[in-house]
């Protein structure tokens, strides 16, 4: 156009793309970290909810034990309280994440807002962590010596 206009911005293809993403990469690297804080705080709320119930229900858990209640059936019990509180936040969670994903619907590369295998991934991610947070209290609680909590009072 103009063989004398100065060129002011020489850049290759590759690093314009890069810096176009930048801003992108950055928002979705927050919103990771964000995702993990918040996958270690639900795991840390569920084993500390758990622990506290098995502690203040030991003796209940000792007159089962008393009474013919097998370990696993005492295991199953507490991890089923456990589990319980998992799926009610992962309904409200769902619902939130659906909501959510109208927001950064701009933000999302090669997927669908309701991209099924996402959330299945992240469904079953959180079905493993608490389960896991559900498994230290329900051993503890499995591992009662009926005989000690009894005569506890």
Same mark, same amino acid.
């Given at each position: 156009?103009?063989?004398?206009?100065?060129?002011?911005?020489? +850049?290759? !293809?590759?690093?314009?793309?890069? *810096?176009?993403?930048?801003?992108?990469?950055? /928002? %979705?690297?927050?919103? *990771?970290?964000?995702?993990?804080? @918040?996958? =270690?705080? +639900? /795991?840390?709320?569920?084993? $500390?909810?758990?622990?506290?119930?098995?502690?203040? #229900? !030991?003796? &209940?858990?000792?007159?089962?034990?008393?009474? $013919?209640?097998?370990?696993?059936?005492?295991?199953? %019990?507490?991890? #089923?309280?456990? !589990?319980?509180?998992?799926?009610?936040?992962?309904?409200?969670?769902?619902? @939130?994440?659906? @909501?959510?994903?109208?927001?950064? =619907?701009? !933000?999302?590369? $090669?997927?669908?807002?309701?991209?099924?295998?996402?959330? @299945?991934? =992240?469904?079953?991610?959180?079905?493993? =962590?608490? $389960?896991?947070?559900?498994?230290?209290?329900?051993?503890? /609680?499995?591992?009662?010596?009926?005989?000690?909590? %009894? #005569? +506890? &009072?």
């Amino acid at each position: 156009m103009d063989k004398d206009q100065p060129i002011v911005r020489v +850049a290759t !293809m590759d690093d314009l793309l890069a *810096e176009s993403e930048a801003q992108r990469h950055f /928002a %979705l690297v927050v919103f *990771e970290a964000f995702g993990f804080v @918040a996958l =270690v705080l +639900a /795991a840390v709320g569920v084993y $500390g909810v758990l622990s506290g119930s098995v502690t203040e #229900r !030991m003796r &209940e858990i000792g007159v089962r034990a008393a009474l $013919g209640a097998s370990r696993g059936n005492i295991l199953a %019990l507490v991890m #089923r309280q456990g !589990m319980t509180l998992t799926t009610i936040g992962v309904a409200i969670g769902l619902g @939130a994440a659906v @909501a959510a994903s109208q927001a950064i =619907v701009s !933000m999302l590369y $090669g997927i669908s807002q309701f991209d099924a295998i996402t959330y @299945a991934g =992240v469904i079953a991610l959180l079905a493993s =962590v608490s $389960g896991i947070a559900c498994w230290v209290p329900a051993w503890r /609680a499995a591992q009662v010596d009926p005989s000690i909590t %009894l #005569r +506890a &009072e």
